[in-house]
């Protein structure tokens, strides 16, 4: 089925946010972006290209700007949620008031609440209430190359397959394919750890520790985001995808990763504060490392990887004494 061009409102323009609505424009949809930093909406009305955060890629002339976000809440029905997870909660908590009375809402926002250690979606129930229809768009993309128009395919996840399919096909155009699941669990689940086990593959590679260590720590990685996700009764299967590991060996291995690089810059001896300067956007895996590790604890899950990179993060345990960590580890059984 074929939605057609319906109004939808984007909410955040950093660079994920930016690249999201030049793409639902650019397949034909009456898309609103709104964003929080005036500079960069002046850019994006003036220029007609987000100049801070994604500064090769012009706007779409049937892109709207929108400097209101209550305005833009009360006049679409449908939302994106483009925002990152420590502002998450807040933001929903703040357009609540305004939505339509059949609004949906779905977001790109990846990773678990750090003080609640709960998934987007139990965030959103709660900040929303449990009648506002929910989406999930995840999937191994990068904003640069979804903004140019590059081949790219992603996932849509909703427990109503009615909105899913919706919104994966008012994405979908020539180069942009989105595929639907129903395993919202699954897809936000690797999506939050993914970013984690970039910063560990980054450290390594920053050591010179090669190839055959990178492709290890990516396979256990899946391995541990897949155990972490059955735990939560996600469907395993689900890993095996583009929000579980498509998305986990493009952040690994791609240095347009922020987190990727920010494991490169502390395998060099650069502080998180200062890496985090120098990317100048979030750094997702810093707060992921802390709510996975929490999640983890919780649920008896062992997560080798995850739980040296929060050693590295929150202990200041050195990479090199982290990678001995997991090699001295009990010889056991792969599965």
């Avoid at 007609?48 to 709207?64: Q, W």
């Avoid at 250690?117 to 139990?122: D, N, T, Y």
């Avoid at 081949?151 to 919104?167: R, Y």
């Avoid at 802390?290 to 983890?296: E, F, L, Q």
Wanted: glycine share 10%; charged share 20%.
């Amino acid at each position: 089925m074929n939605s057609g061009s319906k109004a939808i409102g984007i909410i955040g323009a950093g660079s994920w946010g930016t690249a999201l609505a030049i793409q639902l424009a650019r397949a034909g949809q009456q898309a609103s972006l709104w964003g929080r930093e005036p500079e960069v909406i002046q850019a994006l009305t003036e220029q007609r290209c987000n100049t801070v955060f994604l500064p090769e890629c012009p706007i779409p002339d049937n892109l709207a700007i929108c400097a209101d976000l209550d305005e833009l809440v009360s006049r679409n029905r449908d939302l994106l949620v483009c925002v990152p997870s420590h502002v998450f909660r807040s933001v929903l908590e703040s357009i609540r008031p305004q939505l339509q009375g059949d609004a949906r809402v779905a977001w790109a926002t990846k990773g678990f609440e750090v003080s609640s250690g709960k998934l987007p979606h139990q965030v959103a129930h709660e900040a929303l209430g449990i009648e506002v229809p929910l989406a999930v768009v995840s999937g191994p993309t990068f904003a640069r190359e979804v903004g140019l128009g590059l081949p790219t395919a992603m996932t849509v996840a909703a427990t109503n397959a009615d909105f899913a399919d919706e919104l994966a096909w008012r994405f979908s155009d020539k180069n942009f394919r989105a595929y639907t699941s129903t395993d919202m669990i699954g897809v936000e689940v690797g999506g939050a750890v993914k970013n984690v086990l970039a910063i560990a593959t980054g450290m390594s590679d920053g050591l010179g520790f090669g190839a055959n260590t990178r492709i290890a720590l990516i396979t256990r990685g899946l391995a541990e985001m897949t155990r972490l996700g059955v735990a939560l009764h996600a469907n395993a299967d689900t890993f095996a995808g583009l929000s579980g590991m498509g998305d986990l060996v493009l952040t690994c291995t791609d240095d347009q990763s922020r987190n990727r690089r920010m494991g490169l810059a502390l395998a060099a001896g650069k502080t998180v504060e200062e890496t985090c300067a120098e990317i100048g956007q979030v750094v997702e895996g810093i707060k992921a490392a802390a709510a996975v590790h929490k999640v983890a604890q919780d649920l008896g899950v062992e997560m080798p990887i995850c739980e040296q990179a929060y050693r590295i993060l929150y202990e200041g345990a050195a990479p090199q004494e982290a990678v001995a960590a997991l090699m001295q580890r009990e010889v056991k059984a792969e599965d």
